[in-house]
């Protein structure tokens, strides 16, 4: 079964410190991936996806992430986050051939940055 | 920019009482889903629905549980006979399409209290 995990539940930073959040997938199959962001009170946002062509995307507000097949990974990164940054962050799959599109996420990194 | 939109916000009801949570997708988009996020937990999907029919459906979305699309616009989630573990935020969401990178746009959410 589909699987996705983060690894860091709450992390907490200060201001222009960078950023690296872990996501790793369990899937046989091709895969396309997904950062979403919900801002406190907002609803889920999509920060950037992968689907194919270059590994390293670049998303809104600075964000960036690298897929790295051999490694399941898509770890999002941000070279120095701002206050504002802060919020929960979501990594999702889906499959590539799943006529549904379900999403499957992960459970979630509650991202602090201090001013 | 469209924005899907879900009523009610929050919604408080008694075990064994049926719930009928209400969704406005994007107007152009065919694929619609529902994910349920209990508190602490990762969001997980429950369905999608495409052309007036289920396109797939998770463990979670037994026989309580029916999505129906009763005009053009609305997306309807409906819970027969609440339980307390359905107490969870509801996320509406809808895309172009359910087949690859495309991403969904998520509503706000409904709170769900079953008491």
């Known amino acids: 079964a589909q699987s996705v995990s983060q690894h860091n539940h709450h992390v907490i930073l200060s201001e222009a410190a960078s950023l690296e959040l872990g996501c790793n997938y369990s899937?046989?199959?091709?895969?396309?991936l997904f950062w979403y962001v919900q801002y406190p009170g907002q609803h889920l946002q999509l920060l950037l996806k992968y689907f194919s062509g270059d590994p390293l995307v670049k998303g809104i507000k600075g964000f960036e992430a690298e897929f790295i097949k051999s490694k399941f990974s898509f770890n999002l990164r941000k070279p120095s986050v701002q206050w504002s940054d802060t919020a929960e962050y979501f990594c999702?799959?889906?499959?590539?051939?799943?006529?549904?599109?379900?999403?499957?996420f992960g459970q979630g990194t509650e991202l602090s940055v201090k001013p | 920019e469209p924005e899907v939109t879900q009523t009610p916000s929050h919604q408080v009801t008694q075990m064994g009482q049926e719930v009928i949570l209400r969704c406005v997708p994007i107007s152009n988009h065919l694929y619609f889903y529902w994910y349920r996020q209990i508190l602490g937990q990762k969001v997980e999907f429950l369905v999608s629905f495409y052309n007036n029919e289920i396109s797939e459906k998770s463990e979670i979305f037994d026989d309580q549980f029916s999505v129906e699309r009763p005009d053009g616009s609305n997306f309807t989630l409906k819970i027969r006979s609440t339980k307390l573990e359905d107490s969870a935020m509801y996320f509406c969401a809808s895309s172009v399409d359910g087949q690859g990178p495309y991403e969904q746009y998520f509503g706000p959410g409904t709170r769900l209290t079953v008491t």
């Open positions: 999702a799959v889906n499959a590539r051939r799943n006529q549904g599109g379900k999403l499957i």
């Open positions: 899937y046989g199959g091709t895969v396309n």
